[in-house]
């Protein structure tokens, strides 16, 4: 796909979800931290069941040291690999207090260093709490900028790379939910709703079909 085309298709976006937002519920950086550490391999539905109740408890770190693992365990049991994620948790507050005085590091070497945290739970902090232009690829991210063509990659963080270059500074900040909102509700996995798409004319995927 040639430049112009993913800019029309950005300002696209753009005009119709200016200030798109995460689906992912939370009232602080810590708590958006522990949700997308709790959304690995998990929907964004099941995880906000959980952490509806789990955010009347906690509010910051120390919160869930004081609640301790058993208990965390029985509120996201519900939220798949929930044994290595409480554990990942508890650990990452540890950090937290002891090195960076309960407050969520802004830098992707820090986050990268909290068990648990990857390098697309890293961008997503960064992007959302942060405002840096970084970019996160998720599945839908992955699925959508191959299916498009907008770029193509074998893996996630080929496809970051190569966004990284292509995506004018501007667009940078809202690219992962206007991607990842269009993947869930637009361009699915497996019945892609082509009929209704906004960016359909540009799209390369109908020269495949």
């Not at 995880?47 to 955010?55: E, F, R």
């Not at 907008?150 to 992962?176: M, T």
């Amino acid at each position: 796909m040639n430049n112009n085309k993913r800019i029309k298709i950005l300002k696209i976006f753009q005009l119709n979800n200016k200030f798109p937002l995460t689906e992912l519920y939370f009232n602080s950086n810590f708590q958006l931290l522990i949700s997308v550490m709790l959304s690995a391999q998990a929907t964004d539905k099941n995880v906000n069941k959980v952490t509806k109740k789990l955010y009347n408890y906690i509010k910051e770190p120390k919160d869930i040291l004081l609640m301790g693992i058993n208990t965390l365990r029985t509120y996201i049991k519900s939220v798949g690999l929930y044994n290595i994620k409480s554990s990942n948790i508890i650990k990452t507050c540890h950090i937290l207090i002891n090195k960076h005085h309960g407050k969520i590091p802004n830098s992707r070497k820090q986050l990268e260093m909290l068990p648990g945290v990857g390098r697309k739970t890293a961008n997503v902090i960064l992007n959302t709490i942060f405002k840096k232009k970084t970019i996160a690829v998720d599945t839908h991210v992955f699925r959508v900028c191959n299916r498009t063509k907008f770029v193509i990659g074998s893996n996630v963080k080929e496809i970051e790379y190569k966004l990284i270059k292509v995506v004018p500074d501007n667009f940078k900040l809202n690219f992962h939910n206007w991607f990842l909102l269009h993947g869930r509700y637009i361009c699915q996995a497996k019945w892609p709703k082509c009929n209704i798409c906004n960016i359909n004319m540009y799209c390369e995927y109908h020269k495949k079909k």
